[in-house]
Each structure stands twice: as structure tokens, then as C-alpha cells.
């Protein structure tokens, strides 16, 4: 491992580190006014969901690094208090990249990202009509991070209403995230797309305590075959495999337990059925490893 000592590098050797290890980011396409009613559009991926109750997303609007002036989009908020932060999808984001572009305060990226506005229902930003999942927001507080070149401003919104697209929503109003396709920041100019065989379901109950890696056998746990993931998978287990499973498991792999390597062997069933989600039989089997 390399050790990078943040105080002793420059501010913008301190932010490519930082964007390419806390990945991918959700992108805030962030919609303000200035007192004058002009609109601003831009990108920040310094961004996060906070709480529920209040439902409250947190963005960082960062000083420029070259002259240490603030962004168009925090002197908008400062002035009037309201925000759209509308989520990105993989339909805008060469759109949204254009609007990421350091433009002057009198420029409409709207206009120039060729975006359509749409009126907001309780707050003066317009939306992105293009975007599938729109929050209007008021400012609760803005928090200055440091004066220098670099620093960010916590901007704390609390929302007050979202408008979620239609055919993006699945049973119990739930968000479908292949339908939504949403795009995450990364480092440097990688995004992610996040859909498709990018998603993974990790399912595991927080409610009732799990086996823990302790309780594995022994043969499991200095496996060479196992994975890190394979591993967690029967640890998260919330009981262990009763001696009749274990029985049955034997009598389906005999002629696995008759060959030469026959805990190698075992352990590869256990993460053929373990990736094909028969999970009782995959953790059968990693119990039967400890009684050859």
C-alpha cells in the first residue's frame, strides 16, 4: 500500500484522490435562480441523501481552486434559499456534461445544454423536465468548509416535495433502478451506469442476528477456493445447516467426496450453487467439508 500524507500534496492532487477512491458518487444536477429570476443548471457529485425524518440531501458547492471564487450556484442559494436537485440518467448525461462547463453568470445552461425548464410547484428553480427523479428543496443551512481554494460549503437542503417518473416506479412506489438508469460520478472523466449487469442485489436481514464468520467450519474458513464474498455469503447465514441437510448434501455428491481433491472440489459446488442461489444446499455442503 502507498501512503499519501494529504497535508504534504497540492489541493488538486488531494481532489483526484479523493474522486477516484469515494466511488461512484450520485450526480446533484443542481437548478437555482438568482434575485433576478435567471436560472443556473450544474452538476455536483459531492453528494448524498442524510435523513428521512426530515428527509434531508446534503450537496458541496467547493471553492475554484485557481482564483478561490464561489460557484454561480452558491450565490444564487445564498440569495434566494431554493433549490431542484434533479438526479441523471444515462438519456442526459452528455447534456449535463455540457453544463459543467465554466460558464458566466449570465449564461442559461438550460439553453445551452439544450434542456427544457419546467415550472416547480413550491419553489422558484425550474426542473429538468428530461430528468426522472426531481427534489425540490429549501436551504436549511450552508456550512463553509475553510477559505481556501478547494473548500467546500455544505449546503443542507430539506425537501419538500419529489416528482418521480411514472415508468420508473414498480410495486409499493418503489424506484426501479434499470428503469431509472442513473449515472454515478467516479474519478477523473469515468461514470458508471447504473443498470443492467452493473447491479448487483445483496440481500442480507438486518433484523435478526446472522451465524457469523466464527461459527464457520474450519475447512471453510482457510478455504483456497472460497471467496471473500462466498465466505460472507454463508456467514450471513442466520443458522446453521442441521445434521439431516447435511446427510442429504452427501448422498448428491459421492462421487465428489471419492476423488483425490475432494475439499477443492467441494468447495467449487459450493460457489456454483451459491452463485445459482441455492443457498441451503451451498451451506449443506460447506458444513461437509469438515467431516472428510
Known sequence: MRTFNLSELPTYEVYQLLIGAIAPRPIAFVSTVNAKGQANLAPYSFFN?????????????????????????????????EVVINMVNYAIVRQMAISSIEFGAEVNEFEHSGLTPLVSTQVRPFRVAE?????????????????????????????????????????KNRINPHKADLMGRMGRSYYVRASGEAIHTVYQSIMKPCIGYPSLPESVRESTILTGNDIGRLAGLLEIPNKYAIAKARTKVNEILESENALEQLHERVQFELATENVAFAAALAWLGDEL
Not at 426531481?134 to 430539506?158: F, S
Request: charged share 20%; glycine share 8%.
Open 131 to 171: 430528468s426522472p427523479i426531481q427534489l425540490e428543496c429549501k436551504v436549511q443551512d450552508i456550512i463553509p468548509l475553510g477559505e481556501a481554494g478547494g473548500a467546500g460549503h455544505l449546503v443542507i437542503c430539506k425537501l419538500l416535495c419529489m416528482h418521480v417518473q411514472e415508468d420508473i416506479l414498480g410495486e
Open 49 to 81: 441523501a442524510f435523513s428521512s425524518n426530515p428527509p434531508i440531501v446534503v450537496f458541496s458547492s467547493n471553492r475554484r481552486v485557481t482564483d478561490n471564487s464561489t460557484k454561480d450556484t452558491l450565490n444564487n442559494l445564498q440569495e434566494t434559499g
